[in-house]
């Protein structure tokens, strides 16, 4: 959905800071590359564009060689970088921004495609608060056919669940009220992590990356959660839209994603790091390396606390009560070794299938369960929007639906009465 006032907008060019558009890649096709490429070159006003930094994060491919050097080589404004060794993601940008030289950086992945106009609200909302990072809105474009499909839906803002797996959402009712016009900015809990556009200077004050972090993942939310509790703000821009191209698999392996999460976790979470390790009890034998560091630069940059993050900027999320024994494994009295096990077919498709008994594993995901005694409900797992036990009179089994909203009242059939049993605490449905 592109608001129709967007196309009202105009913009003094010379007024608006000038950016170095900076894009990593590993491996990546040729013919996805320089659509990026050229996309950029298109549909950026001379004026605002500084230049493109590719980066090659040390790709082996042969076409990413000789034959790319040659081919931009007759292209004005595109530079080219290359890693000496593999650096991952976080650390293959930095070096992009390291030799860019516009006011404003603005970063996008390697197979992504700039629409008519996507650049201006960018800069245009950087110049007006500096310390604003600003998102497009990420269209998709269609992984079979490459085809351009844009996002029929409203803008969606980002979360995340407490496993630290990015999620969306529909922009919340107090963000509607908040805003005063359709082309008024989204403010967002989290970003998805690869497009968006910051001030040079801001991105230093607030101390660039975590250079720990390796390859692929986690540095999305750590960056988010920081500019939020550092004293920015998190953005998207509904005027300015890039495709992407959502890849069925990447052309790496993304084996280091843990442990940057569990930096992120670290640094910015405090004691609500747990909840994250609970559902992920791997995560707290998982080797982080050093964050010293990273929570000097939270202690000098005066950061707010995660609780002050959840509270005002991420008010929707469930934050668990996570009390002793109430959430983890649900062991079925009569067949100790049998515990609630949810999966469902697919990641999309979360709700409405059935909750089986399955050996217990002790892995957490498929079987975690929480039980909320505010609200009396089974929760399963940890994604948003979370799943929560059903059952009826009739059935013999319980189903997952879509559990309410914090202030909505909980169904009936959604809600279980705990009683102790023999000085034991069991779940037992109310019904
Ligand atoms: C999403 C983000 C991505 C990043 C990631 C979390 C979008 C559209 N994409 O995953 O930018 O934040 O979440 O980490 O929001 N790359 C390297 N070196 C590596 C690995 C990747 O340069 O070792 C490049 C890669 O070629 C691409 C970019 O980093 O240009 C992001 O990687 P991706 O496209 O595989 O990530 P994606 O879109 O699945
Ligand atoms: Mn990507």
Known sequence: ???????????????????????????????????????????????????????????????LKE?????????????????????????????????????????????????????????????????????PVIDVIDWNTFQYLGNPREPHIGGFDWRLVFTWHPVPEYEQKHRHSPIDVIRSPTMAGGLFAVSKNYFHYLGTYDTGMEVWGGENLEFSFRIWQCGGSLEIHPCSHVGHVFPKKAPYSRGKALANSVRA??????????????????????????????????????????KWYLENI????HVPEDRPGMFGMLKNRGMSSYCFDYNPPDDNNLVGHRIILYTCHGMGQNQFFEYSSERSE?????????????????????????????????????????????GKGTMHPKW
């Open 378 to 422: 089974i929760r399963y797992n940890t994604r948003e929007p979370a799943g929560c036990a059903a059952g009826d009179a009739v059935s013999t089994y319980l189903t997952v639906h879509l559990c309410k909203k914090p202030r909505q009242p909980v169904p009936q059939d959604q809600k279980f009465v705990l009683r102790e049993v023999r």
């Open 1 to 63: 959905m592109f608001p129709q006032s967007c196309k009202d907008l105009k913009y003094d060019y010379r007024s608006l800071p000038s950016t170095s558009v900076v894009i990593a890649f590993y491996n990546e096709a040729w013919s996805t590359l320089l659509r990026t490429v050229h996309s950029v070159l298109e549909t950026s006003p001379n004026l605002l564009l500084r230049e493109v930094v590719l980066v090659d994060d040390y790709s082996d491919r042969a076409h």
């Open 265 to 306: 976790a670290e640094v910015w979470m405090d004691e609500y790091k747990e909840l994250y390790y609970h559902r992920n009890p791997h995560a707290r034998l998982e080797a982080f390396g050093d964050v010293t560091d990273r929570r000097k630069l939270r202690t000098q940059l005066r950061c707010k606390d995660f």
């Open 67 to 135: 034959p790319l050097e040659n081919y931009i080589s007759s292209l004005k404004k595109v530079r080219l970088i290359r890693a000496r060794k593999r650096e991952g993601l976080v650390r293959a940008r930095l070096l992009g921004a390291s030799i860019a030289t516009g006011d404003v950086l603005t970063f996008l992945d390697c197979h992504c495609e700039c629409h008519e106009g996507w650049l201006e609200p960018l800069l245009h909302r950087i110049k007006e608060k500096p310390s604003a990072v600003v998102c």
């Open 314 to 317: 991420y008010p929707d999320i």
